[in-house]
């Protein structure tokens, strides 16, 4: 498994909105935040399928509400939060979920959840966990998480093994 990231607010420095408007597939946007979060993250996957997986039809469906390509074995699932836009890849179905890790009331959170969460981690391990795993839409055979730039919390699950730590890739710098 594979996950590479772009930060939005460097990649505007290099591309501008009209750029991103190709990867809109003719969908209109409530905000300019969410037009940039949906077509980076098209634009990430789709370029990324390409050079690094060598997927030459890179045209996305909607199945069962989850993206996929058309045509080719690479999975992938999107995820993004703050300036943060990921996607994973692998060989199997997945889900990914990112979360910026902020102040929360930890015991009411867990009267809520009925969980005993001893930090904010735990609790945002826990949230990415339960996100993952409904983009996988399917059991989860194995999951990692990690703090990312230290204040998100990063969770990919897998239908398959996570055989070690995914590699977290800035796609800018790759």
Known sequence: MEIYYINSEEFLKIHDTEFLRSYAEG???????????YTIGRYLVKTVAKEKFNLS?????IK??????SNGHVKFSISHSGKYIMAAF???D???????MKPRDILALSKRYEKNFASLEDFYT???????EIKLQQP????YSTVFRNNFM????????ISSAPSCTNYLDA
């Not at 969908?27 to 979060?37: L, Y």
């Not at 069962?64 to 390509?69: L, V």
């Not at 826990?126 to 993952?132: G, H, I, M, P, V």
Request: glycine share 4%; hydrophobic share 30%; proline share 2%.
């Open 140 to 143: 989860v055979k194995d999951s």
């Open 126 to 132: 826990f949230w990415t966990q339960y996100e993952a």
């Open 64 to 69: 069962n509400d989850k993206p996929e390509f």
């Open 57 to 61: 039809d890179t045209s996305i469906t």
């Open 94 to 100: 997945c889900g990914l979920d990112i979360e910026e």
């Open 154 to 161: 990063l969770t990919v699950v897998s239908a398959g093994s």
């Open 27 to 37: 969908k209109e946007f409530k905000s300019v935040k969410r037009f940039v979060q």
């Open 90 to 92: 692998d060989d199997t």
